[in-house]
């Protein structure tokens, strides 16, 4: 069963900033947050990940709470070519690069021009 | 440019004939790989995880006999659903996992869109 709840759609204005919410109240002192989204029939695509720093790359910025029970990815000036869905997991840091990864339902994001 | 390839992209297929399905690890050496199937407006169900050389482990309520899971190398890895049925339709994903501690490295591939008629 996934370990993450998601609101299942969610709407954001060309050049505005889209927070996307994400809730994992049962996460593990163990587990990592990461972020993929799917663009309509393609693959996921790796968008970020942390523990419990705020993070930042190219592409978005993750905010974790204290208690990490809550995470927020923020595309800080979306495009239209941000419309797809958005996933949150957790999961545990594998050497083996052997971690299942479990989705959960995601939020659709469109981004209105 | 892209880690991970599939192939075909897309196959129509008569119901009872059986496809294959290929995942290719372009830049790296894919320690283990992972299939998913995805039905239309559903999030992504992960089938099976397979590491090199040994035998794929099958999520509950996936049939091993009818998804069958090569894995043979490092840099390739097959799925192949035999005798198709149109209940069998849908996107076939793998991604690949490499040793090592990053997370970005977990690639997908493109995706596998398979339709039984």
């Known amino acids: 069963d996934a370990k993450t709840t998601q609101p299942p759609s969610m709407d954001c204005a060309e050049g505005r900033a889209a927070n996307l919410p994400c809730n994992h109240s049962t996460i593990s002192g163990n587990e990592y947050v990461y972020w993929y989204r799917q663009i309509h029939s393609q693959g996921p695509q790796y968008i970020i990940h942390?523990?419990?720093n705020n993070e930042t790359n190219e592409m978005a910025s993750l905010i974790i709470t204290e208690d990490r029970k809550s995470s927020t990815l923020i595309l800080p000036h979306a495009t239209l070519r941000d419309t797809a869905v958005y996933y949150c997991i957790v999961g545990r840091i594998s050497n083996f690069g052997n971690e299942k990864l479990t989705f959960g339902t995601g939020t659709r994001l469109t981004i209105i021009p | 440019g892209a880690v991970v390839s599939q192939h075909p992209s897309r196959v129509i297929c008569k119901s009872g004939t059986s496809v294959k399905i290929e995942c290719r690890s372009l830049?790296?050496?894919?320690?283990?790989m992972f299939w998913y199937r995805q039905f239309p407006k559903q999030s992504l169900m992960l089938m099976a995880t397979?590491?090199?050389?040994?035998?794929?482990?099958?999520e509950q309520g996936v049939e091993k006999d009818k998804f069958l899971i090569n894995h043979a190398s490092l840099t390739l890895s097959t799925l192949t659903v035999t005798s198709a049925h149109p209940e069998d339709s849908s996107f076939y994903i793998c991604r690949v996992g490499t040793s090592g501690s990053n997370l970005d490295t977990q690639y997908f591939g493109p995706g596998t869109r398979l339709t039984v008629l």
């Open positions: 397979s590491n090199e050389g040994s035998k794929a482990t099958y």
């Open positions: 830049d790296f050496q894919a320690t283990t």
């Open positions: 942390g523990l419990k």
